[in-house]
């Protein structure tokens, strides 16, 4: 008992750490959220918000939308928002019916527009911008007004009524018999296997490294759960469909692009495709956090193969060794027949003859850290000018891919905060020509992520956005597929497999309609928000 009501007193801090501002006195806070009264909770708690964005008019919204609704007006429509003493009205209440929706702002996530954030999940202010993609890509225009003091601002029609469907709508339980997947083997899933979980067997998650792929929140539930399991989405089959079709010796690898709002499923999407590459016997090459090499490094030198451009030994090393760890069944299976075409000279003593095989100038770049990058370097370059030679296709997966193309805390000028450009840097200079020049028998898995950007340029999540011009212009052209948040399939199977693996223990959240619903109208459908909903239950 006492667990849960702390549980459900760090979610109230989330609130108050977004800055919201509605006061309450102890006595309402605590009836309403079912929290004891000698909970130190100050008298005239105050959630406080000096920010205009609809994004944090959403979040107070809905931390409030057990509250009731009232003084509706003829011109527009304002909501006053206030807390129930009684805890017999904590149930979702009925919205009225709106018209004359005057404010830009949006209350209701349930419509889920791409402006959209939710509780849960740390955000910075964002920016407004237009975003424009050569007819590639949607306009997209956002203006805000209004700040959340007490009165929230409702937003448009569409949105409300979406909203006032989904709290008043009859609601069924999925009548699925299960929401696992028989068939583990990623080569024999297909449309059949939709919006339910498939599971990766430990070995294979650790040789993939996806625990450093994924956010936290799902490693660590995965890790409680003792299961690496990983839902089928559309994206995800997508993906492999193209890369399947396209990838043989003879055509020019192919580039596809995934985008979408923070905590869609980007990078679970990613896995499944290269949990899928993996199992096709191919070769995986993918850099783990690699956006941290602009800012987060554990020693810099100067390169000796390349006046002014930058080496990171260290993390040099870590990348040789998950390519030789992701791919120890390929050297095992089609070792003596990769090899290199040509010679490469280290020092005065050292080099690589041509002829070598792959795995030995790895296994060197490995023993001398010193030549780490240059190494990763040569590697590459075999990739791009000999792999159409290779067995097998290769398959290159960068998850944020926009960090290349942002600044880096190495300063030619740290007067002037001069900044070194993450071109500069060996390894990413590397992976660059992958990106710009073309190369046969293989493919290419960009993943463009808002995180990888600086927080002052986190406004769009467009590809067009955030790898701005140069960014675009490189990876030119590529297919684009937009990963989306859960739909209504995908989000009560989530809910029915944390029932069924007993993640949510809460017996009235494991059997009540309401507070399902709840949980679907305050994670506004998005994977990583809902996996923070969860932790108040």
Not at 234 to 243: A, T, V
């Amino acid at each position: 008992m006492a667990a849960r009501c702390w549980r459900k007193y760090n979610f109230l801090n989330t609130f108050y750490r977004q800055n919201l501002k509605t006061r309450f006195s102890t006595k309402t806070l605590s009836d309403a959220l079912g929290l004891p009264e000698s909970l130190p909770i100050s008298e005239n708690f105050e959630f406080r918000s000096e920010s205009s964005h609809p994004s944090n008019q959403n979040i107070a919204s809905n931390a409030l939308l057990k509250c009731n609704l009232n003084n509706q007006t003829q011109s527009g429509v304002k909501l006053k928002v206030k807390a129930e003493a009684d805890a017999e009205q904590l149930s979702l209440q009925p919205t009225p019916s709106f018209t004359n929706i005057g404010s830009s702002s949006s209350l209701i996530a349930a419509s889920r527009p791409a402006s959209t954030r939710s509780i849960g999940c740390s955000r910075r202010d964002y920016s407004t911008g237009t975003t424009t993609n050569n007819n590639l890509l949607d306009n997209r225009t956002q203006s805000h007004t209004g700040g959340a003091t007490g009165t929230v601002n409702i937003g448009t029609t569409a949105n409300i009524n979406s909203a006032t469907h989904l709290l008043n709508s009859d609601f069924n339980f999925p009548n699925n018999s299960s929401v696992k997947i028989s068939e583990n083997d990623p080569l024999k899933h297909t449309t059949h296997h939709l919006f339910k979980f498939f599971n990766i067997s430990e070995d294979i998650a650790q040789m993939l490294q996806i625990s450093l792929i994924l956010r936290q929140e799902f490693v660590a539930r995965m890790k409680a759960l003792h299961e690496n399991s990983i839902m089928l989405r559309s994206p995800g089959l997508e993906c492999i469909e193209i890369l399947r079709a396209s990838c043989n010796p003879e055509s020019i690898a192919t580039k596809i692009v995934l985008y979408g709002d923070d905590g869609c499923g980007k990078s679970s999407t990613l896995v499944n495709v290269l949990h899928t590459c993996y199992q096709m016997n191919w070769m995986v090459i993918c850099p783990v956090r690699h956006y941290l090499w602009n800012n987060y490094f554990s020693e810099v030198t100067i390169s000796s193969r390349k006046s002014g451009r930058i080496d990171i030994p260290k993390e040099g090393v870590d990348f040789l060794m998950s390519i030789k760890q992701m791919n120890s069944q390929v050297f095992q299976k089609f070792g003596d027949s990769l090899r290199t075409v040509e010679a490469y000279t280290w020092s005065k003593k050292e080099a690589t003859s041509a002829g070598s095989t792959i795995e030995e100038l790895l296994d060197f770049g490995i023993e001398r850290p010193k030549y780490s990058c240059d190494v990763a370097g040569a590697f590459l370059k075999e990739v791009r000018l000999n792999g159409k030679n290779w067995p097998m296709p290769v398959f290159i997966a960068l998850d944020g891919v926009n960090s290349f193309f942002a600044p880096t805390k190495i300063f030619t000028d740290r007067v002037k905060r001069i900044s070194l450009p993450a071109s500069q840097i060996s390894l990413v200079h590397n992976l660059l020509k992958l990106i710009s020049q073309p190369w046969h028998n293989g493919g290419m898995l960009l993943v463009a992520d808002e995180r990888a950007n600086p927080l002052d340029k986190r406004a769009s999540c467009q590809p067009r956005y955030l790898l701005g011009e140069e960014g675009f212009n490189m990876a030119n052209p590529f297919i684009p597929i937009h990963v989306e948040n859960y739909n209504h399939q995908e989000i009560n199977n989530t809910l029915d497999y944390l029932i069924e693996r007993k993640w949510i223990q809460n017996q009235h959240y494991r059997t009540s309609k309401e507070a399902r619903k709840e949980l679907i109208f305050l994670s506004d459908h998005n994977p990583l928000f809902l996996e923070n909903v969860l932790k108040a239950v």
